[in-house]
């Protein structure tokens, strides 16, 4: 799987089994990204990088740091300080990706001018 910046100055590569989709509504992805953020997850020694020298890296708390290309501003990547893998912005991957959102995460921050579907019970037989 492929992905870029929206300008090419950054491309990348994503090796091996990746992560469904989590959305995330906290304040601070929604401050990065202006809406909420939706990644998916590599083991870090599975991401390839092509112009990592255009990335600019915030640490945006204690516990991660979010990488964003310094010439364009997109989005790209988030990484835990004490983990082995990256979290890719979904919306920077090229093509189909055959990817689905499987879980949201802190809703009770999303802004106030969306709505989340509501998830209807697991059906027991």
């Avoid at 009770?108 to 579907?117: C, F, I, M, Q």
């Amino acid at each position: 799987m492929r992905g870029q910046c929206l300008c090419g100055a950054v491309q990348y590569r994503l090796h091996g089994s990746i992560r469904p989709v989590i959305a995330c509504h906290c304040i601070q992805c929604r401050k990065t990204s202006g809406h909420y953020v939706a990644a998916t997850q590599v083991k870090t020694a599975n991401l390839e990088i092509e112009g990592s020298d255009a990335i600019c890296w915030y640490q945006s708390s204690d516990q991660a740091r979010r990488g964003f290309c310094g010439t364009c501003g997109s989005q790209l990547f988030w990484q835990p300080r004490d983990k082995d893998v990256t979290s890719v912005m979904a919306g920077t991957l090229d093509g189909n990706t055959g990817l689905a959102i499987e879980q949201q995460i802190y809703c009770e921050d999303k802004g106030d001018y969306y709505s989340l579907p509501v998830l209807s019970a697991e059906k027991t037989s």
